[in-house]
């Protein structure tokens, strides 16, 4: 019995941390037991960290989805649908790094989370060579600004909506200067990042920020798809084709030159 259990374990090949499953550009080939068994593998990884692989015309793109809530240092409930920014950082590395992917496509429906977190993941989008959009599907509000915008082209769907406000806690705080003063550099942190990459001046992200007249329980301001845009937030409202077409064309224009 126990020489059975070892001769099975010994088939199974270990799980790697790449981004990279099996060409869609190729025919499936027949693999022999073992390569089907790791390949069945690493199609959990990619199906745990939400994210796909497709081809068009020779060309691979990478479509990786953040939802729900983005959990930092802190396990959230089960009950909440979250994004891990521990699977997708080195996720991100991995596509960067592999030369068979040719760019990015982000899906984003977050309603915020762990800043921390949120600036960690887009500051790794924002520094990647390879072509990268995103599109805002739903909604991107509060830490999902900076997500959405670091990706060298955003799309916003018409029917989404984004939050703009102030960080906020919860739970016990010290009512002390240092406190504010603390939460105040790091809205300066978020506010930074957001125009670098957008083309909204910091004089305006501020009054979205701290606008008290539209949420009645909260200080900031909802954007809808067009709204975002006008502000400079987003590049343009559109669909997801509209997104795939031009991280493609992003693609051909790169590898022309």
């Known amino acids: 019995m126990s020489q059975k259990i070892n001769t099975v374990k010994s088939r199974v090949r270990p799980r790697r941390a790449s981004a990279f499953v099996k060409n869609p550009c190729e025919d499936d080939p027949k693999d022999e037991p073992q390569e089907q068994e790791g390949l069945k593998r690493e199609q959990e990884l990619t199906s745990e960290s939400g994210s796909i692989l497709t081809c068009h015309n020779d060309k691979i793109i990478h479509c990786l989805t953040i939802i729900g809530q983005i959990e930092g240092h802190y396990i959230l409930s089960p009950q909440n649908k979250t994004t891990k920014y521990e699977h997708i950082i080195p996720l991100l590395m991995s596509v960067e790094e592999d030369d068979r992917i040719d760019g990015l496509l982000i899906l984003l429906n977050t309603v915020g989370g762990d800043v921390e977190a949120g600036l960690a993941i887009a500051e790794v989008i924002s520094g990647m060579k390879k072509p990268s959009v995103s599109i805002v599907l739903g909604g991107g509000h509060s830490i999902g600004i900076p997500l959405a915008v670091a990706a060298k082209k955003s799309f916003i769907a018409k029917s989404a909506s984004m939050t703009v406000?102030?960080?906020?806690?919860?739970?016990?705080?010290?009512?002390?200067?240092?406190?504010?003063?603390?939460?105040?550099?790091?809205?300066?942190?978020?506010?930074?990042?957001?125009?670098?990459?957008?083309?909204?001046s910091k004089e305006r992200y501020s009054e979205l920020v701290l606008n008290t007249g539209e949420l009645v329980t909260d200080v900031g301001t909802i954007l809808e798809g067009e709204d975002a845009v006008a502000e400079g937030l987003i590049d343009e409202v559109g669909t997801v084709s509209d997104a795939v077409e031009a991280l493609y064309g992003m693609i051909k224009d790169k590898n022309a030159k």
């Open 165 to 200: 406000h102030p960080v906020r806690t919860t739970g016990l705080t010290l009512g002390v200067p240092q406190t504010f003063e603390y939460f105040r550099r790091m809205q300066d942190r978020i506010t930074t990042f957001v125009v670098e990459n957008s083309s909204v």
